[in-house]
């Protein structure tokens, strides 16, 4: 019998680093390879709760979990604790998950491990036992570039070990690459802890990269070139979109409320504000307020994410009468079908929070975006779609850090009077289009990666 090709994809455990590889590994599965993904138990559950009956495309891939180290009643949002133990447990169980596998079926052995960056130890894993390593960098190519800087920035004391920057000064990581100023840098964070954390996002990647020979990441190189060619064994395969497979199924922790579908279809064409901030940003109360007046503010018609654990330790609560007053013209959800949304016609522009599959997938259905970064790379993000595709305008805090409600409704009244931004959005959208079609760069690379799986 013939040998199958045979990927084991790995992601770090949150939903932001689960969607793309996924979606990575549904399109890999359905140029004919087999594909065993592999989740924390944690996630696996979250994922099989949430997932619709009839997913197209969820037949295509095995799904697989391993333990994380931590106790059940453990706290997951605790990313010290999540990674410190995923990091010291989890390399011994995927050694045996990868050996078993391959002891028991010498036609479908293991030949290539895809592990995302965050998980760089997996790589590691890979070379040990002897099987091809590929990465993933689920973010963009600037703070990829960034990520292989870190060693330089401490060297050269710009940053310390904990990741604080020691210069005044914006830290550049090449002259065609708009630099970072302090309070945008990726791992920046009013908590030493948080900080640490994000720190090892970046840092692991130079850490684990003599383990890999390719780095895929989701992005199109036509749009983030300077900073794509900074970076070695660099594959840009993206916009990475469950819509590129013809299917649904995307990894999602929470189920997907497709009842704003029907709700789009009957609103006008380009009128609808759609608001949605990730996974993990979390609003305070008087923020939610002045968020929830903005809209008001705007006459416009809008559908807004409110997930469970949205509220910063308490419950959405609206301001009086505000329900009632928008009734007629707006729809909440708990988690939407992001890309359908995205993609119909009744929708305007997207209030995000710019992580980074929110940017892919917002700039490839060639809507505007109205800019809200929180942390992380969401600040990078937002310079991208402001300053460099000039696709969005910037939302501007006031002195209490507060977004105030007259900020929201008169940027999205610019910015849905600005013709100059639509038609950057669409050109942005068909640079995307085409890098994925046949004869693209994503096309290619993407095609390519294939093969050599295929050869291994
Ligand atoms: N998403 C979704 N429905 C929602 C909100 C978000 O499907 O209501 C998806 C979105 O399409 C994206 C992912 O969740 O693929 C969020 O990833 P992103 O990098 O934008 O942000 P993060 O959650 O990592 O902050």
């Avoid at 495309?57 to 605790?78: C, F, H, Q, V, Y």
């Avoid at 008001?296 to 308490?314: A, C, Y």
């Avoid at 995000?352 to 790379?377: K, Q, R, V």
Wanted: hydrophobic residues 45%; proline residues 5%.
């Amino acid at each position: 019998m013939d040998r199958h090709p045979h990927a084991l994809v790995i992601p770090f455990p949150a939903q932001g680093h689960v969607a793309p590889l996924m979606k990575l590994s549904l399109q890999i599965a359905a140029h004919g390879v087999k594909v065993t993904f592999v989740n924390t138990e944690f996630i696996h559950e979250k994922i099989m709760v949430s997932v619709p009956e009839k997913a197209e495309g969820r037949s295509l891939i095995s799904l697989a979990s391993l333990p994380d180290g931590l106790e059940l009643e453990d706290d997951r949002t605790d990313y010290a604790k999540l990674i410190e133990s995923v990091r010291r447990t989890m390399p011994g169980y995927l050694e045996d998950f990868i050996l078993k596998i391959n002891q028991s079926n010498i036609n479908e052995k293991i030949s290539c491990v895809i592990a995302d960056t965050s998980v760089g130890w997996a790589l590691e894993v890979a070379k040990k036992v002897g099987i091809e390593a590929v990465a993933v960098w689920p973010a963009g190519g600037p703070c990829l570039a960034l990520a292989l800087h870190v060693p330089q920035l401490l060297e050269a004391e710009i940053i310390d070990h904990d990741g604080t920057v020691m210069k005044d000064e914006p830290i550049s990581v090449s002259k065609d690459v708009p630099a970072w100023s302090r309070s945008e840098i990726g791992w920046g964070s009013s908590d030493p802890v948080m900080q640490k954390v994000l720190l090892e996002f970046y840092s692991i990647v130079p850490e684990y990269a003599k383990f890999y020979d390719w780095i895929l990441c989701n992005s199109v190189y036509e749009l983030d070139s300077a900073a794509l060619k900074l970076i070695p064994n660099i594959l840009p395969v993206g916009p990475l979109l469950a819509s590129n497979y013809l299917g649904t199924f995307a990894g999602n922790f929470w189920p997907e409320d497709s009842t704003c579908i029907e709700w789009l279809d009957k609103q006008t064409s380009s009128s609808v504000i759609y608001v949605a901030f990730g996974s993990t940003t979390m609003a305070n109360m008087e923020q939610l307020e002045e968020l929830a007046l903005g809209l008001e503010l705007t006459g416009h018609p809008f559908l807004w994410v409110v997930r469970s654990d949205f509220m910063d330790g308490s419950l959405a609560k609206f301001p009086d009468g505000f329900i009632n007053r928008v009734a007629k013209r707006a729809k909440f959800v708990e988690w939407a079908p992001q890309e359908k949304v995205l993609a119909h016609p009744s929708v305007a522009c997207f209030m995000s929070h710019c992580g980074w599959n929110s940017t892919m997938e917002g700039l490839s259905m060639g809507i505007p975006f109205l800019c809200w970064p929180y942390f992380a790379d969401q600040f990078c993000n937002k310079n991208y779609i402001c300053d460099v595709w000039k696709i969005g305008l910037g939302l501007a805090k006031g002195a209490s850090g507060i977004v105030t409600r007259h900020e929201i409704s008169t940027k999205i009244k610019t910015l849905l009077s600005s013709d100059a931004i639509k038609a950057n959005a669409l050109h942005i959208k068909e640079l995307a289009r085409k890098s994925f079609n046949e004869g693209g760069s994503s096309f290619k690379n993407f095609n390519n990666f294939i093969e050599h799986i295929k050869s291994l």
